[in-house]
């Protein structure tokens, strides 16, 4: 019988300062989180020192916010779980500094969580009845993670981006066209009004790893196509073509977002729903930013509708990074024994089998 447990979660991978409180890995207490996002927007992209600087000056106060907002004190809390990776080590150094303070001061236990695992965990908060084995997709401006889930703290890696992120092809497509920052749901909102048949961009083939991820080469196809269309309009050669097709039919910009968008997530699940096959899954998880991706939601409701397989995509706030799923997987962690001591460190390049 797993011991009934007040958990203090505390996330700082990212450009989010999360803290959570979760009772027994079930019921959100409180779920705080300070997100950097308007600040990174400046520069398009994520800024590693502003990252942690940023996380140093709000930690205390949203570690107040979570102990208010569960309406306790710090005295009820009785373990802290902390992300020790992966994720940037400046930012994961701040949580894991303040998490082993807190457990040193407070002589309590403290529980070190994988990102990742945690973004799995976040299903759970909602469904406490998952159906295994799943696969499960994790999609963020950092992470394109692919991994079957035999039991909760059991994982066989499948496959992973070689180069960048999804997110961060949506971050960088948008930011060469213009956009803003973060890309994500800007394309994919612009996406709606578009023709995603417009421009057939590539899907990557891997030639080893047949769940691995490769997104390079799909954002420098859609660079390359809107900057040869550009050359030529802006060309006084009225006989020029653009990216191959006559000055006339070169497609407007929600055209060439919803093809980008297409491509980019038709990759994601055919491999999703070849990994089922081969694995005979019966669930599939979806974490991660991304996973708010509407293109992403409806693809995958086509694709498995009337196979009985169970799709699990956790609400918005779930979904981003957040702190309820760390204390949540910590409550899990904690009865499995999974402690550290104050020796604790950061793994920026955290394994699964680590
Ligand atoms: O999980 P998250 O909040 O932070 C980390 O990257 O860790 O994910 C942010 C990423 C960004 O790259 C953002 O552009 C992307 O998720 N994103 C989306 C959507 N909403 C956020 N990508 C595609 N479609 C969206 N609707
Ligand atoms: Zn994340």
């Not at 994961?92 to 500094?97: A, D, H, K, P, Q």
Request: a neutral charge; proline letters at 5%; aromatic letters at 6%.
């Amino acid at each position: 019988m797993d011991k009934k447990l007040l958990v203090l979660g505390i996330e700082t991978s990212c450009d989010e300062t999360a803290v959570a409180v979760v009772r027994d890995g079930r019921h959100i207490c409180s779920n705080v989180i300070s997100s950097q996002v308007k600040i990174h927007a400046q520069y398009g992209g994520i800024v590693p020192e502003i990252a942690s600087r940023k996380h140093i000056e709000v930690i205390n106060q949203v570690v107040e916010s979570a102990i208010n907002d569960a309406k306790i004190t710090l005295n009820d809390i009785e373990a802290i779980a902390v992300t020790y990776g992966p994720g940037l080590v400046g930012a994961l150094l701040i949580g894991i500094s303040f998490a082993k303070a807190l457990a040193y001061g407070r002589e309590l236990p403290l529980i070190p969580i994988n990102h990742l695992e945690a973004h799995i965990y976040a299903v759970y908060l909602e469904h406490p009845q998952i159906n295994l084995p799943a696969i499960a997709l994790l999609v963020s401006g950092g992470h394109t993670e692919m991994v079957l889930v035999k039991a909760l703290g059991v994982y066989e890696p499948l496959g992973r981006t070689k180069d960048d992120a999804v997110g961060e092809a949506y971050d960088k497509v948008a930011k060469w066209l213009g956009l803003g920052y973060p890309g994500g749901p800007i394309i994919d909102q612009l996406a709606k009004s578009g023709n995603k048949e417009a421009i057939r961009f590539p899907r990557a083939v891997m030639k080893r790893g047949k769940y691995d991820f490769s997104y390079s080469g799909l954002k420098t196809a859609v660079i390359n196509y809107t900057r040869n269309a550009e050359h030529r309009l802006s060309s006084t050669d009225g006989l020029s073509l653009a990216g191959g097709l006559p000055l006339t039919e070169v497609p407007p910009l929600n055209d060439i977002v919803a093809s980008f968008q297409e491509a980019a997530i038709d990759a994601l699940t055919n491999k999703v729903m070849n990994a089922v096959k081969d694995t005979s899954a019966v669930s599939i998880i979806i974490g991660g930013g991304v996973a708010a991706n509407s293109r992403l939601r409806d693809q995958l409701n086509e694709k498995t509708a009337g196979k009985g397989i169970s799709l699990y995509i956790p609400s918005p706030v779930l979904c981003t990074d957040n702190a309820a799923m760390v204390a949540g997987l910590g409550f899990h962690k904690y009865n499995t024994g999974k402690m550290a001591d104050l020796s604790l460190s950061v793994k920026p390049n955290l394994k699964w089998d680590e």
